[in-house]
């Protein structure tokens, strides 16, 4: 009889001695290397979290300020002879007269009330340099909306120039010398009067999520990104859901199961891992060079990116229809259902919960995506808020890009807070995802 056909009680010499000293030596480096590896496991969940923690915490610290701006409060007086008389002109010849004025003239008038010292024009221009240049909108936009603000005199608050914002909120060493920092001496001494005076403070910037982008950082807003974000999502999801869905049905349900069929699994599941610059160069041969369609619009956009989701798109759906039990399709057959039937009465519905959750998912990963959208042209300068999916547009993370690599000091905060309203969303859908599917999963 071989060794191998011996019975295990056959094989044995005796009863295990559980108390010798060798065996509770060998239990005692089990039990040293079970504890080994969970202080592994233990220091690396650490170590994620405290990255974790020092990107959000570094993010946070940064972005805050990028929500709020410093204003000067001036006493303006709205000069009728400069800006005429609203009474005596129609609305039309009115609204001209206001755009064509020079708000300047209004600003320079109270800011030398305040320093009448000031008499050089390089002085002046100088003292100027302490309002925002976006200033002159904000009047304006005042006296269209209030004409009988004209003749009267109305302490209004004017935003700061992102130079003195950036000294208010400590980003500027003011006890460097003078030749080393941008903020000269007489700014410095008109802006501790200011303060000194009460007339500085610093506010809820609510133009940063309303306005578009601008070269000026105290006037550059993320809603002109977030908008064409918007639009391009838009797009990307009526593309990606239902041919991703057709697909994942076909395949799943009434492909035949052959080596072609194998070979459309394969490069399906490829195509999930293949870079999305990838993405971004197959958009820009197809969809501008062969296809015509405006330059960094987000209907380009959003068809690059619902390339670059459409594998997700597939495999979770797949997935989720593969998860409905067989008895289903057998019980809905059995009642005389057609294929069909079966598919679109009873498993679709029954694997919805998991395609949406796959779906929200893969429209999270577009939204974070840039490189794509930068080779179809998406990094333009834009100022106006898109009013459709052909209009020029740019995305949260290409506005992210172009910040990160402005020369200025204050879009660092901007590029910060503008992570913080991506993040936002990133995090909205997918606890709308994890929401989805913990409410509306079938146990079976």
């Given at each position: 009889?071989?060794?191998?056909?011996?019975?295990?009680?056959?094989?044995?010499?005796?009863?295990?001695?559980?108390?010798?000293?060798?065996?509770?030596?060998?239990?005692?480096?089990?039990?040293?290397?079970?504890?080994?590896?969970?202080?592994?496991?233990?220091?690396?969940?650490?170590?994620?979290?405290?990255?974790?923690?020092?990107?959000?915490?570094?993010?946070?610290?940064?972005?805050?300020?990028?929500?709020?701006?410093?204003?000067?409060?001036?006493?303006?007086?709205?000069?009728?002879?400069?800006?005429?008389?609203?009474?005596?002109?129609?609305?039309?010849?009115?609204?001209?007269?206001?755009?064509?004025?020079?708000?300047?003239?209004?600003?320079?008038?109270?800011?030398?009330?305040?320093?009448?010292?000031?008499?050089?024009?390089?002085?002046?221009?100088?003292?100027?340099?302490?309002?925002?240049?976006?200033?002159?909108?904000?009047?304006?936009?005042?006296?269209?909306?209030?004409?009988?603000?004209?003749?009267?005199?109305?302490?209004?608050?004017?935003?700061?120039?992102?130079?003195?914002?950036?000294?208010?909120?400590?980003?500027?060493?003011?006890?460097?010398?003078?030749?080393?920092?941008?903020?000269?001496?007489?700014?410095?001494?008109?802006?501790?009067?200011?303060?000194?005076?009460?007339?500085?403070?610093?506010?809820?910037?609510?133009?940063?999520?309303?306005?578009?982008?601008?070269?000026?950082?105290?006037?550059?807003?993320?809603?002109?990104?977030?908008?064409?974000?918007?639009?391009?999502?838009?797009?990307?999801?009526?593309?990606?859901?239902?041919?991703?869905?057709?697909?994942?049905?076909?395949?799943?349900?009434?492909?035949?199961?052959?080596?072609?069929?194998?070979?459309?699994?394969?490069?399906?599941?490829?195509?999930?891992?293949?870079?999305?610059?990838?993405?971004?160069?197959?958009?820009?041969?197809?969809?501008?060079?062969?296809?015509?369609?405006?330059?960094?619009?987000?209907?380009?956009?959003?068809?690059?990116?619902?390339?670059?989701?459409?594998?997700?798109?597939?495999i979770a759906s797949r997935a989720?229809?593969?998860?409905?039990?067989?008895?289903?399709?057998?019980?809905?057959?059995?009642?005389?259902?057609?294929?069909?039937?079966?598919?679109?009465?009873?498993?679709?519905?029954?694997?919805?919960?998991?395609?949406?959750?796959g779906t929200i998912i893969g429209?999270?990963?577009?939204?974070?995506?840039?490189?794509?959208?930068?080779?179809?042209?998406?990094?333009?300068?834009?100022?106006?808020?898109?009013?459709?999916?052909?209009?020029?547009?740019?995305?949260?993370?290409?506005?992210?890009?172009?910040?990160?690599?402005?020369?200025?000091?204050?879009?660092?905060?901007?590029?910060?807070?503008?992570?913080?309203?991506?993040?936002?969303?990133?995090?909205?859908?997918?606890?709308?995802?994890?929401?989805?599917?913990?409410?509306?999963?079938?146990?079976?």
């Amino acid at each position: 009889m071989t060794e191998r056909n011996v019975p295990h009680a056959e094989l044995s010499t005796g009863p295990t001695d559980w108390k010798s000293g060798a065996m509770q030596a060998r239990i005692a480096r089990r039990y040293r290397r079970e504890r080994i590896f969970q202080s592994l496991g233990l220091g690396a969940v650490v170590i994620s979290v405290l990255f974790l923690v020092f990107l959000l915490g570094n993010i946070v610290k940064n972005g805050a300020y990028g929500f709020v701006q410093t204003s000067v409060s001036i006493d303006v007086t709205f000069s009728a002879d400069l800006l005429g008389d609203p009474t005596s002109l129609s609305p039309e010849a009115f609204t001209e007269k206001v755009r064509k004025t020079n708000m300047l003239r209004l600003i320079q008038t109270s800011m030398q009330e305040l320093f009448p010292e000031v008499k050089g024009r390089r002085d002046t221009r100088t003292l100027l340099r302490i309002v925002s240049t976006g200033a002159r909108a904000q009047l304006r936009n005042m006296i269209l909306a209030d004409p009988a603000l004209i003749g009267t005199t109305k302490r209004v608050e004017l935003l700061t120039s992102d130079d003195i914002d950036q000294v208010i909120k400590g980003n500027i060493d003011i006890s460097l010398p003078e030749a080393n920092r941008k903020v000269k001496d007489n700014e410095l001494s008109w802006l501790q009067t200011l303060q000194n005076d009460d007339r500085i403070s610093l506010n809820f910037h609510s133009q940063f999520l309303t306005g578009g982008d601008s070269r000026e950082p105290e006037l550059a807003g993320v809603w002109g990104a977030i908008v064409g974000s918007a639009f391009t999502l838009m797009v990307t999801l009526l593309t990606a859901f239902p041919i991703g869905l057709c697909a994942a049905i076909y395949l799943e349900e009434f492909a035949p199961k052959n080596r072609f069929t194998d070979i459309i699994e394969i490069n399906i599941n490829n195509l999930a891992a293949v870079p999305s610059i990838v993405f971004g160069l197959l958009g820009l041969a197809v969809f501008l060079s062969v296809m015509g369609m405006p330059r960094s619009a987000p209907i380009v956009g959003g068809l690059t990116l619902a390339l670059l989701t459409l594998p997700t798109v597939i495999i979770a759906s797949r997935a989720s229809i593969a998860a409905v039990p067989p008895s289903i399709r057998d019980a809905a057959r059995g009642l005389g259902a057609s294929p069909m039937q079966v598919v679109f009465h009873h498993v679709i519905p029954l694997a919805m919960p998991g395609i949406m959750t796959g779906t929200i998912i893969g429209m999270a990963r577009a939204l974070g995506e840039s490189a794509p959208l930068l080779m179809i042209g998406m990094v333009a300068f834009i100022v106006d808020i898109p009013g459709s999916i052909n209009d020029a547009a740019t995305v949260l993370p290409v506005q992210i890009y172009l910040w990160a690599d402005s020369p200025e000091r204050a879009f660092v905060e901007k590029t910060s807070a503008a992570i913080m309203v991506l993040l936002f969303f990133l995090i909205a859908m997918n606890g709308i995802a994890i929401w989805l599917r913990q409410k509306f999963e079938q146990k079976w």
